[in-house]
């Protein structure tokens, strides 16, 4: 399979613990965003990578978020002392420069 | 602050008819506009994108249109199947490089046989 792939598929987590989301993009694709879809909305922007620099990090809400892409391929977010309002889908996509983004199956978090 | 409109929030039609959803945007300095499909659970399937200096795109049952200056968008889908069924996101690209997608809240969409 050549497309996006996020893990894990599903994660709960206790409030206040950290977790981390791995994303796989496509081989080759240099651009790589993330999203968060909140229950009944639209997808969120987060923050944007080229290769491994992180060039836009507006959209992440607070500063317990962190995403990191160290070779330029696989991206983690982390969030960290998790709270209740982290709970969304976690969407990463990837693509070549100024095209078309292609999206992973997302990452359904649940913070009890 | 780009905004990105849906009208509907939610649809529900007998299979075979034609049906329009509408997606409304604050700025008309997009550089594309793209409509998806999200089925639950799922990631975005991407249906169609439109650049700004085009004004359709069809792919097979699928038509979506783009008004620029009026900052409006169109998805039309004829003879609707109860496959269909999922929700429709719309989503603008502002600038030229490569910047991240803001998006409507999408459009619920059933199709009842």
């Known amino acids: 399979g050549a497309g996006v792939s996020q893990s894990p598929r599903y994660k709960v987590a206790k409030r206040g613990q950290d977790v981390a989301l791995r994303c796989d993009p496509i081989?080759?694709?240099?651009?790589l965003f993330w999203y968060q879809q909140a229950l009944g909305q639209g997808p969120e922007f987060l923050t944007y990578f080229q290769n491994e620099a992180q060039l836009d990090k507006s959209g992440l809400p607070s500063d317990r978020f962190f995403a990191e892409r160290p070779e330029g391929s696989v991206s983690t977010l982390k969030i960290q002392r998790t709270q209740q309002e982290d709970s969304a889908v976690y969407l990463c996509a990837s693509s070549l420069a100024n095209v078309e983004q292609y999206f992973g199956p997302g990452t359904r978090l649940t913070v009890t | 602050k780009q905004e990105v409109t849906q009208i509907p929030a939610a649809l529900s039609v007998p299979e075979g008819e034609n049906l329009v959803l509408n997606c409304s945007f604050t700025d008309s300095a997009i550089y594309n506009l793209q409509w998806f499909r999200q089925d639950p659970g799922k990631g975005l399937t991407s249906l169609l994108l439109?650049?700004?200096?085009?004004r359709e795109q069809t792919s097979g049952r699928l038509n979506a249109s783009l008004d620029k200056s009026s900052g409006r968008s169109t998805l039309y889908i004829a003879a609707s199947q109860p496959g269909d069924s999922a929700t429709y996101l719309c989503a603008v690209r502002l600038g030229s490089g490569n910047t991240p997608l803001v998006f409507g809240k999408g459009t619920r969409l059933s199709v009842i046989a």
């Open positions: 081989s080759g694709h240099v651009s």
């Open positions: 439109i650049q700004s200096s085009q």
